[in-house]
């Protein structure tokens, strides 16, 4: 049950015109503007035990509606051992607050977040999960903070529900270049797992007008023997 472990932080990572998302696995809560794509191909993993074990894909994400981002993740999952279909997932991003200038004002946004059993047993849970997030951030001309997190219903027989959250701290250099690092954690996700925390160091790099390339990385510090000792997350970015 220790991989579902892995596999949390992994799909969460898998979720930034604006400010952020990825590379980080702590989300932002400026969703997809009006009648845009947001694509991401994607890769990620961690190491565990001797083994890595991550995902590729398509993470798609459309702005539907003001303040309204729908989000669609299709992943091929991977280890030491092989590979196969990932775990399919659905969210829809909703701004309740604005950002002001001027004040302490932040955006605010839910992100609900369904992940289907679409995996096989040894890369993910086989029952469905349901993560329910508030992400919260506020900017400060080059600098930007975000964060929150939620609770996600883990069922199974030995899964146990767990919260799960982080923060991020970014800056961008010029009208190219942001750099940024995190800090994250989710609690204890199965009987025989432990709770994980993790620090990430980030940056996304813009090529051209619609396309940008990203990355981060970087150790477990809690329980990383156990449950994690580093994980990478990189992605090629279009925006449409």
Known sequence: MRRLG???GLLLAAAQPAWAGPPYVTDDPDPTDLSHWEIY???N???LGGDTAGESGLDINYGAAK???LTLVIPAAYDGS????????????YRI??????NWTPSVAIFPRVFAPTARARFASTRAN???????GKSFGDWAMFGGGGYQFNPGVGNR???TGGVALTRALGERLSLGGEVYHHGRDADDAAAFSGVNLGASYRLADHWSLMGAGGPGVQNASREGRYAFYVALQAVY
């Open 130 to 136: 349901l993560l329910l997030p508030v992400w919260i």
């Open 82 to 93: 092989g590979g196969g279909m990932g775990v399919l997932e659905f969210a829809a991003k």
């Open 6 to 8: 892995l596999a949390c």
């Open 67 to 69: 303040d309204l981002q």
């Open 41 to 43: 191909g994607f890769a």
């Open 97 to 102: 607050l604005h950002e002001r200038e001027g």
């Open 45 to 47: 993993g961690a190491h």
């Open 161 to 163: 529900d767990f919260w």
